[in-house]
């Protein structure tokens, strides 16, 4: 299955897509986590995309599509992914679509998560990340066992610069300005399924694989 999922920052794209890669046996791609890694390698595109990010700001869209055009040609996408955090615009979405034709593909559910933005402020304020192994704690839903240290390294869970109330506002309005418009336009595919992503994190999976259930049969 190939399946985007859309939704503002903070609407659990990344935790929903880690239940889904086990549910459905297909790879997770996140454009932030690669451009986080480019960062954290020190590479040319990592220099070249640190402080967009900082801000809250998104890459150039040649930069993405040329990164999802090479990651989507790797064999373990023959069968299908999972992206989160891409398409972001609309001129991301033709480019995505374009990729997809060449290889004789196409998109089968854009999953929204919809969220208020003051959730997706409160849970992205709230979270944190050991530094160590990566894993992702919620000081609301999901709180480490000791106060904020790492249930696993017992190392003290650190905050992502863009985590940040100031520029996670910044994020949220990037979102709205760019990437909200991508809802009504794969609305007019008849693709996308609205979920509710203010609810409990098993009601949300549940309610998600009802509907892919659907669009499979
Ligand atoms: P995320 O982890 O998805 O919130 O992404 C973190 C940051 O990476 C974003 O705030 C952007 O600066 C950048 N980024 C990730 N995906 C994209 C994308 N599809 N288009 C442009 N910038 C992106």
Redesign the pocket.
Known sequence: MRIVLLGA?GAG??TLAKDLVKLLGVPHI???????EAVASGSELGKQ?EQ??K???????E??NEL?KERISKADCRDGFIF??????VQ?AYAFDEMLKEMGQKIDAVIYLKVSEDVAVRRLTSRRICPRCGKIYNLLSMPPKNNETCDDCGIKLIQRG?DKEDVVRN?FK?YSNQTVPLIDYYKSKDVLIEINAEEDHRIVVEKVMKMLGKVRA
């Open positions: 920052p794209k990344g996140s454009t932030g986590d690669m451009f986080r995309v967009i990010m801000s809250g700001a998104l890459v150039p869209d930069i993405v999802v989160d955090g891409y398409p972001r615009t991301q863009d994020r990037v």
